[in-house]
């Protein structure tokens, strides 16, 4: 059974940097993409960025592009998205998420979602 834990979330002054982790387990991820959504107070869940576990290529939202770095280190099975320059529109609660297949914008390709984690931004 796929498990997705994140952790690393908190409060930080706009400007600043913060890096959330996905502890992945229950089965190898070859194969799988993993993907980071996040969704804000009253707002849908959106996309943030996305990389395929075998191979590390990535996507990412116009909207964090530039800031946003999303990596992973198979030995430890965890996936990061480190998060520079933060605004306070990036305040939301940051989820992992994984999928068998390509890389995928859409929140309902991915079968398999961690808790969240709440990132503040304040102003």
């Known amino acids: 059974q796929v498990q997705l834990v994140e952790s690393g979330g908190g409060l930080v002054q706009a400007g600043g940097s913060m890096r959330v982790s996905c502890a992945a387990s229950g089965r190898t991820f070859s194969g799988y993409a993993m993907g980071w959504f996040r969704q804000a107070p009253g707002k849908e869940r959106e996309f943030v960025a996305a990389i395929m576990w075998s191979g590390g290529v990535t996507n990412y939202a116009d909207a964090v592009k530039g800031r946003f770095t999303i990596s992973r280190d198979t030995a430890k099975n965890t996936v990061y998205l480190q998060m520079n320059t933060l605004k306070p529109e990036d305040t939301a609660v940051y989820y992992c998420?994984?999928?068998?297949?390509?890389?995928?914008?859409?929140?309902?390709?991915?079968?398999?979602w961690g808790q969240g984690t709440q990132v503040t931004v304040s102003s």
């Open positions: 998420a994984a999928r068998l297949g390509t890389r995928s914008t859409s929140r309902y390709d991915y079968a398999y």
